[in-house]
């Protein structure tokens, strides 16, 4: 059975993104309107929430086993990222940004729907399971929109139209971010040890999640150090993110997925 009701949800959700954008695209010369781009981004943000939780009483478990469910939170917490960065610096192009990419996730879950199983392994029956899934999820949602301003910079940056204040906004991103993974790593551990007796068994998953970890970390000592040389910096955000990518799904076409017990399911 496919997910209930996503393809009613989906229409709804991505016409109320959409309409968000345009209005905050014509906000630029009728500033009254972006009151009902944010009233129509947040209405989008909150059926989606509300189908999570409906998803997840329908299969008496948190959905949050198979990749087009990891989708389904990413495309759920990078509005609300983008709507708080709003609130809080007043990028509106950030938001559009959190919003295209969360009409992005979502159109790839609808044109490949999931069947979906309410059963869960024995080792995701752990009180660990929820909090090191969403922490990491929420993570990996702060960190790609830190590089995407990373990319708008290096492109900002070679057509001499660079602005630091961006870069302070990818600062900040990465921060908390930052924080949310040493969080989703520390929980990872407990689980491990739970389900298998030790906090490291180097499996795959394992390893580059540290590598994403240690990136991360690097691009924050660089800032540190050499908050003179934007454009290194950026490029080290960048390459994080590719990090990243390998870390939440890449590592399911190499090889070594054949031994992971990390790998996500695609049903």
């Known amino acids: 059975m496919t997910w209930i009701n996503f393809e009613a949800y989906y229409l709804v959700i991505v016409l109320c993104w959409t309409l968000s954008l345009a209005l905050l695209g014509l906000s630029y010369r009728t500033k009254k309107l972006f009151k009902f781009s944010m009233l129509s981004a ?15 009483m329908e299969l008496h478990r948190p959905p949050m086993r198979t ?16 709507l708080l960065v709003y609130v809080r610096w007043k990028y509106k192009w950030f938001l559009a940004y959190c919003l ?29 399971f929820i909090p090191h899934v969403l922490v990491y999820l929420f993570a990996y949602a702060l960190l790609a929109a830190s590089s ?37 790593l520390l929980f ?4 491990a040890k739970e389900a298998w007796g030790n906090y490291w068994t ?3 998953k394992e390893i580059w999640a540290f590598l994403t970890w240690m990136m991360y970390l690097l691009y924050i000592h660089y800032r540190y150090f050499h ?38 399911t695609q049903s």
């Open 227 to 264: 908050s003179s040389n934007s454009k290194e910096a950026l490029i080290i955000l960048t390459v994080a993110f590719i990090i990243l990518l390998i870390c939440w799904f890449g590592i399911n076409y190499l090889p070594v997925a054949n031994t992971s017990v990390h790998t996500y």
């Open 42 to 56: 947040i209405l989008g943000t909150l059926l989606l929430i509300w189908f999570d939780v409906e998803l997840w």
């Open 202 to 204: 180097w499996d795959p």
């Open 148 to 184: 995407f301003v990373a990319i708008k910079s290096l492109y900002s940056f070679y057509n001499h139209t660079f602005s630091e204040n961006d870069l302070k906004l990818a600062d900040n991103l990465v921060y908390i971010g930052f924080a949310f993974l040493t969080l989703g």
């Open 100 to 128: 295209g990419m969360g009409i992005l996730f979502l159109s790839i879950n609808y044109l490949h729907p999931e069947t979906y199983s309410k059963t869960l392994m024995p080792a995701l029956q752990s009180p660990w």
């Open 67 to 82: 990749l087009g469910e990891t989708r389904l939170w990413y495309a759920t917490f990078l509005p609300i990222i983008g």
């Open 188 to 191: 990872g551990a407990l689980w």
